[in-house]
């Protein structure tokens, strides 16, 4: 079955430090993989995405993945993080038939 | 100019009633999308419409009914509300099904 998988359900840190999420997806067709954020109380945004190419992505607000294509991995990294950064982080795949499938997102806090 | 539009922000209702939530996006994009995001985060999606016509329902109970009058536009329709649905919804749009979505600011809905 098609599926999304995220490690970490909560995580913690104090500003400055460094941040990898973890994300497994399943699928097998197209590899179209997504990371989105959601801020307490708002929408998803998107902020990065690979589609082919340079498995190291870069997207807004500093944040990068990189795609292991042996390790059906997407992690989502960034090199210091700020206390507004703390939101929902969701990671998604493409699961054919016209959808994306979500994992169950990560919730990070940033202590100042 | 908001892309995805999204009315009532709140919607708080009785158990039993009937309910609609409107969505509108400006982007030009083929393809919709209605999520369900319960209390711990957890993204699942509803409806996808593709051009208005109908491409994924995901075992949704048939008391929803979404309705696409034209690409630009999904509303979903609720009979009968129950305790459960209680939940933020989320409309999304995207060129194609494998491209990024852009999501509305969420439909708050809780049952009393």
């Known amino acids: 079955a098609q599926s999304v998988s995220q490690h970490n359900h909560h995580v913690i840190l104090s500003e400055a430090a460094s941040l990898e999420l973890g994300c497994n997806y399943s699928?097998?067709?197209?590899?179209?993989l997504f990371w989105y954020v959601q801020y307490p109380g708002q929408h998803l945004q998107l902020l990065l995405k690979?589609?082919?190419?340079?498995?190291l992505v870069k997207g807004i607000k500093g944040f990068e993945a990189e795609f292991i294509k042996s390790k059906f991995s997407f992690n989502l990294r960034k090199p210091s993080v700020q206390w507004s950064d703390t939101a929902e982080y969701f990671c998604a795949a493409f699961g054919g038939y016209n959808k994306l499938i979500f994992g169950a997102g990560t919730r990070l806090a940033v202590h100042p | 100019d908001t892309a995805v539009s999204q009315t009532p922000k709140y919607l708080v209702t009785q158990m039993g009633n009937d309910k609609s939530i409107k969505c509108e996006q400006n982007?030009?994009?083929?393809?919709m999308y209605w999520y369900k995001q319960d209390s711990k985060k957890f993204l699942k999606i509803m409806f996808s419409?593709?051009?208005?016509?109908?491409?994924i329902n995901e075992t949704v109970p048939n008391r929803f009914s979404p309705k696409s009058p034209d690409k630009a536009h999904l509303n979903l329709h609720i009979n009968s509300l129950e305790l459960g649905d209680s939940a933020v919804y989320f409309c999304?749009?995207?060129?194609?099904?494998?491209?990024?979505?852009?999501f509305g600011d969420g439909t708050r809905l809780s049952i009393l």
């Open positions: 419409y593709n051009n208005k016509e109908l491409i």
């Open positions: 690979y589609f082919s190419g340079d498995p």
């Open positions: 699928y097998g067709g197209t590899v179209n």
């Open positions: 999304a749009s995207s060129q194609r099904g494998d491209q990024p979505q852009h």
């Open positions: 982007l030009g994009h083929d393809t």
